[in-house]
């Protein structure tokens, strides 16, 4: 069993759509929670971090975390074509900044 | 605010060959950690430094090194070369180094490929 497993997609959504990406994790040491998005060519991007059992939102982004299904996603409200990227989740065990990555799920928004 | 540096961007290097990455992390930032991409592999760790120490380290053979300046600046090491270290080598720098597991902050990373 991997640490952090996301589906590979490519996920399809039309512009204006909910997009929800899921990640399950292994470890119940696991303490804090990323959501990377990261472009062909590019480095990975940080867009949400969540601590905390529930929901966070900045903008059109909220992320849900529930340690006890050891469960995070993210959701992407009003999706639009450039939102379409690779994105990673990411989890670290309590005093550590090594982040352990799930492989990505695709995102594609279509107009 | 300057982001992350990374230099060289790229690199061609052939097997045996040993090869220096540099980073630069964000004004302030005390704690790097840097991680490999590969397609086959994804994301993987390999080391986390603050205050010029090495606080974890991945799961990579010793040919892979690194270490931290007091300027928090930080490089990384690889020697006798193989293919498979081709490789984006991406280097992370964090804003506060308190119980750890704070939000990292990616360069533009170090295109490696060995020939």
């Known amino acids: 069993q991997k640490e952090v497993e996301q589906n590979s997609g490519p996920l399809s959504v039309p512009e204006g759509a909910i997009a929800s990406l899921n990640c399950t994790y292994s470890?119940?040491?696991?303490?804090?929670f990323f959501w990377y998005r990261q472009y062909s060519g590019k480095s990975p991007e940080l867009i949400m971090f969540?601590?905390?059992?529930g929901d966070k939102e900045d903008g059109r982004f909220t992320a849900q975390l529930n340690k006890a299904s050891q469960y995070v996603s993210l959701l992407i409200r009003d999706s639009q074509p450039s939102d379409s990227a690779t994105y990673l989740c990411a989890v670290a065990r309590y005093n550590t900044d090594k982040l352990i990555f799930g492989t990505g799920t695709r995102l594609q928004v279509f107009p | 605010k300057a982001g992350v540096t990374q230099t060289p961007r790229y690199l061609i290097k052939t097997r045996g060959q040993q090869v220096t990455l540099s980073c630069s992390p964000i004004?302030?930032?005390?704690?790097v950690s840097w991680y490999q991409q590969t397609p086959g592999q994804g994301l993987q760790f390999l080391f986390e430094y603050f205050s010029e120490t090495q606080r974890n380290k991945g799961n990579f053979p010793g040919r892979f090194s690194g270490r931290q300046f007091s300027n928090s600046r930080s490089e990384m090491n690889v020697s006798t070369l193989e293919l498979g270290d081709s490789a984006l080598y991406l280097c992370?720098?964090?804003?506060?180094?308190?119980?750890?597991?704070?939000?990292?902050?990616f360069g533009p990373g170090t295109r490696l490929t060995v020939l």
């Open positions: 992370a720098s964090t804003p506060v180094m308190l119980a750890g597991g704070n939000e990292q902050f």
């Open positions: 004004s302030g930032h005390r704690s």
């Open positions: 470890d119940r040491g696991s303490q804090s």
């Open positions: 969540i601590y905390s059992n």
